[in-house]
C-alpha cells in the first residue's frame, strides 16, 4: 500500500512565522501535491511538482512556496503565516505516466492554525 | 470558469441504497474520480470513470455521462462505517484535477 505521511496532524503557529509543512511518500511516486481543504470548498491546489527539483504553481500559490529536493520529500512552506492560513494541508502523490487514471495518494493531513 | 457540484449532506438508513449525485463544467475531461473521506482522516480513492456507463466494484458503483457532465456514485446495502465524505474529483485538459466540495453522508441505524 502507498504511504503517504505528513509529519504533523496538527499545529499551531503565531502570525508571521516561517511555517514548514514535511510530506514524505514511499512508492517512488513522481508527482506530488500540496492542497489546503476548507468546509466548503473543494480541495485547493497550492502547488505541485513532477520531478525532483521541479516546481509548478496550483490555483493558490501566493504566501506559500515549496521544496523537493529528493524524489520522496515535498515540503511546503508558509513564508509569513497569516490567520487565513489556518486551514487543513494535504499532500498526496501519484504515478508518473499518461497521469489520467492514476489516483492521488494522501496523507492525513496537517491541521495548521496561525494565531 | 470550472465548476463541479455536489449535494452538501444525505441522510440515509442502514442497509439501504443512496445515490449521490455529481455534475461538472470543466475545460476539458480526462476522467472523474470519487474518493471517500472519513472526518479528520484523509481522502481514499474509491473510483475512476472516464467512458460513459457503470463501474461496479463490490457495494459501490460510479455512473458517468460525459454528454451531460453527470456522474454518480451508487451505495448500497449501507453500513454505518459508510458514514463519510464523498468527493468527485474531474481530471481536466491540463490533467489537473478540479475538485467537488463533497457530501457529507450521514447513516443512521
Known amino acids: 500500500d502507498v504511504k503517504v505521511t505528513q509529519s504533523s496532524r496538527y499545529l499551531v503557529k503565531r502570525t508571521g512565522e516561517k511555517v514548514f509543512l514535511e510530506c514524505v511518500q514511499d512508492?517512488?511516486?513522481?508527482?506530488m501535491f500540496w492542497y489546503r481543504q476548507d468546509p466548503g470548498l473543494g480541495l485547493r491546489l497550492i502547488y505541485f511538482?513532477?520531478?525532483?527539483?521541479m516546481k509548478e504553481k496550483g490555483d493558490i500559490p501566493e504566501g506559500y512556496s515549496v521544496s523537493r529536493e529528493k524524489k520522496e520529500r515535498f515540503s511546503l512552506i508558509l513564508e509569513s503565516a497569516s490567520t487565513n492560513q489556518t486551514s487543513m494541508y494535504l499532500c498526496?502523490?501519484?504515478?508518473w505516466g499518461d497521469g489520467s487514471n492514476q489516483p492521488q495518494h494522501f496523507g492525513d493531513g496537517t491541521r495548521l492554525s496561525i494565531l | 470558469g470550472q465548476n463541479i457540484d455536489q449535494p452538501t449532506e444525505m441522510t440515509a438508513t442502514e442497509g439501504a441504497i443512496v445515490q449521490i449525485n455529481c455534475t461538472y463544467q470543466t475545460s476539458g475531461f480526462n476522467g472523474l474520480f470519487w474518493y471517500q473521506q472519513h472526518a479528520g482522516e484523509a481522502p481514499t480513492f474509491l473510483s475512476y470513470n472516464v467512458l460513459d456507463g457503470l463501474e461496479e466494484k463490490g457495494r459501490f458503483s460510479s455512473f458517468l455521462s460525459r454528454s451531460k457532465g453527470y456522474s454518480y456514485l451508487l451505495l448500497k446495502e449501507l453500513q454505518m462505517k459508510d458514514s463519510a465524505s464523498y468527493l468527485c474529483a474531474v481530471r481536466d485538459s491540463n490533467y489537473q484535477l478540479i475538485w467537488g466540495a463533497g457530501t457529507k453522508l450521514i447513516i443512521k441505524p
Open positions: 512508492m517512488d511516486h513522481e508527482n
Open positions: 511538482s513532477y520531478d525532483v527539483k
Open positions: 498526496a502523490s501519484s504515478l
